[in-house]
């Protein structure tokens, strides 16, 4: 099969790889995407079942790179089953991803594999960066074994690259959208004692970091996928209150936290539980982030720039 700029992105089709793959497209590359429900007549859109081997196979045969962003959302209350299906889901796409490359005459220059900043736990003020040790519990755990299988897929001639990824902030989808709605009903106070870090990076920048990974041949190994800025959780709501013109909103104690989680069908630790991560390989590699200040880039994806010219016509 002759050598195309085709890019595959597996468990493409949720938030974060519906950005990426416009970026890419826009870039001139071809995008696959490996979906267990692909829209009938795509040729974009290729089934697979993230676990067994098949058609989905014959993508990777020369591809550029493939960025793995598979995974069952952890916004979910965490059942035995849950549990089961948010580790399964990611060890199981791994293994079957690194056997079909290792059976490819051509493989991808580049596995690119999404992992997560939550592997350094709740981890307080103190910084981490890739030196740094894991944390403990059940998303730890996850991260850990995630990044364990990832290494084992070894294969000659494919460069790989982890991205521990923190809170992606982007406009169309994630757990952005979910807090700007609360906050513009109020809800937007301090959660919990405030103190626990939010590691946050704009959407462009996280792109621009997959690009990256993709393109330099010198990108290798484990990388935090954090912006250079993290806040408290006090800070990040305050300015998120002031983006949306909110200028208070009542705190909520973790008990409320852990009640409001129990409706929402969610878990409390999700928001009460932080890190301080940093890009230390990024920054010493000479990564520039675009967004490095939250309030820029929270009123950048949440459009209030516009907004007071729109409310004040509207109150006029
Ligand atoms: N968003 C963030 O801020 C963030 C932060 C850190 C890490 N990450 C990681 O980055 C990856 C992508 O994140 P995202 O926000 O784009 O997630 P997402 O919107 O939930 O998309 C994940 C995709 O995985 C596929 N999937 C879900 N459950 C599956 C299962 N049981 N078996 C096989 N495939 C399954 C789905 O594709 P189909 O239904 O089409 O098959 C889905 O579109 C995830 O692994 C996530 O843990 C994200």
């Known amino acids: 099969m002759e050598t195309t700029r085709r890019v595959v992105l597996a468990g493409g089709s949720g938030f974060l790889g519906r950005s990426l793959a416009q970026v890419l497209e826009a870039r001139g590359y071809e995008v696959i995407i490996l979906t267990r429900s692909p829209a009938p007549g795509s040729a974009r859109e290729v089934a697979w079942d993230g676990r067994t081997l098949g058609d989905w196979c014959a993508r990777l045969e020369g591809a550029v790179a493939v960025v793995n962003l598979t995974g069952r959302s952890v916004d979910c209350r965490y059942t035995l089953e849950n549990r089961r299906e948010i580790l399964s889901s990611r060890l199981d796409s791994v293994r079957v991803l690194g056997e079909a490359i290792r059976r490819c005459a051509t493989p991808p220059s580049v596995s690119v594999q999404a992992a997560s900043l939550a592997i350094y736990g709740n981890s307080g003020e103190a910084v981490r960066d890739e030196s740094s040790p894991p944390g403990e519990g059940f998303s730890v755990d996850v991260c850990r074994q995630w ?10 001639g494919t460069r790989q690259v982890l991205l521990r990824i923190g809170f992606a902030l982007g406009r169309d989808g994630g757990a952005l959208g979910s807090l700007a709605r609360l906050a513009r009903w109020g809800l937007g106070g301090t959660v919990g004692s405030g103190q626990q870090y939010v590691s946050w990076l704009h959407l462009d920048d996280l792109n621009a970091l997959f690009l990256r990974a993709i393109e330099h041949p010198s990108m290798h190994g484990v990388y935090n ?14 300015t998120l209150r002031h983006v949306l013109r909110r200028p208070w909103s009542p705190p909520a104690p973790a008990w409320a936290v852990r009640v409001g989680a129990r409706l929402l069908g969610t878990e409390a630790e999700l928001a009460l539980s932080g890190r301080r991560g940093l890009p230390q390989r990024l920054m010493a590699e000479g990564f520039q982030f675009r967004h490095t200040d939250l309030s820029e880039a929270l009123e950048d994806l949440l459009g209030t720039r516009h907004a007071p010219a729109a409310a004040k016509s509207a109150s006029a």
């Not at 912006?227 to 959780?233: D, E, M």
């Open 225 to 238: 996928a954090t912006g250079p800025s993290p806040v408290t959780n006090a800070e990040f709501m305050r």
């Open 147 to 156: 990044e364990q299988a990832f290494a084992e897929q070894r294969s000659p």
